[in-house]
């Protein structure tokens, strides 16, 4: 019975205009709404497909400011048995490494991990390396973008389309595994599971619980930053051609100009 942690993460929802604070060019989180990013809502979906099949339990990892707990919540009541919530303000700014670090910490206090899943990217940060980073710290084989799973006994098999075409890969347990969009469609919460997530577990750590030097992490120590930033301009008018018998010359002309030919 496979012992699974899912990584979930809020994320401003994709609907609502998205900024950066002025202060320190981080993302400006309480400027728009915030949802359970949906490629997370596929990682959960997956290991409660999991667990179905086979049993196990299913603990939920969010790394988030208090408002965060609104994820965390529905990702219990689709049907996740736990979670655990790492929120502290010296995390504001964290870089992918930190994360990590963090993430790998918080991993460590559940017993017996057999399978971590994740969405292949955030819809916030898109840097699309944590499934991979996590991986390597933890010791565990990655088996990323996969659009179906399967496990057999302690062997875990992952189908991952490319360009190409399609590729099968073969790793023991304990894994990472990194979803797709076309893993699954996730369920939708039901009025008994909505009820029920608000009796299930949810262990709030900082930092130091996890034994971190909240000096370690943050903006003020992180790998990257952004230095500026601007909003995008205006889509500037199109050029229009008058056709007077030499149209054709003339949009050759504005293509060459363009190094479009």
Request: glycine share 10%; aromatic share 2%; with cysteine.
């Amino acid at each position: 019975m496979p012992n699974i942690v899912v990584l979930v993460k809020q994320v401003p929802d994709t609907y609502s205009e998205r900024k950066l604070s002025d202060s320190d060019h981080t993302l400006d989180r309480e400027s728009a709404d915030a949802v359970l990013d949906e490629i997370n809502e596929r990682a959960v979906e997956e290991a409660l497909l999991i667990k179905e099949a086979q049993g196990g339990e299913v603990t939920v990892l969010c790394v988030g400011p208090d408002r965060a707990t609104e994820a965390i919540r529905k990702a219990l009541s689709m049907g996740a048995d736990k979670a655990i919530h790492v929120s502290d303000e010296a995390l504001h700014g964290a870089c992918l490494l930190q994360t990590t670090k963090v993430l790998a910490a918080a991993i460590g206090r559940v017993d017996g991990v057999d399978l971590v899943i994740a969405g292949n990217e955030a819809t916030d940060g898109r840097g699309g390396a944590i499934p991979a980073m996590l991986a390597e710290v933890l010791g565990f084989p990655q088996l990323t973008h996969a659009r179906k799973v399967e496990i057999d006994g302690s062997a875990i098999k992952v189908t991952r389309e490319t360009d190409a075409g399609l590729q099968h890969l073969e790793a023991s347990l304990p894994a990472v595994v990194s979803v797709g969009e076309k893993i699954n469609e996730p369920r939708y919460p039901s009025f008994k599971g909505i009820m029920a997530a608000k009796k299930k577990p949810v262990e709030t750590l900082t930092v130091a619980d996890l034994g971190i030097d909240a000096g370690s992490v943050g903006l003020a120590a992180a790998s990257t930053a952004v230095l500026e930033a601007a909003p995008k301009p205006p889509r500037a008018a199109g050029t229009r051609v008058q056709d007077e018998g030499d149209g054709g010359a003339k949009i050759a002309e504005f293509l060459v100009g363009q190094k479009l030919i």
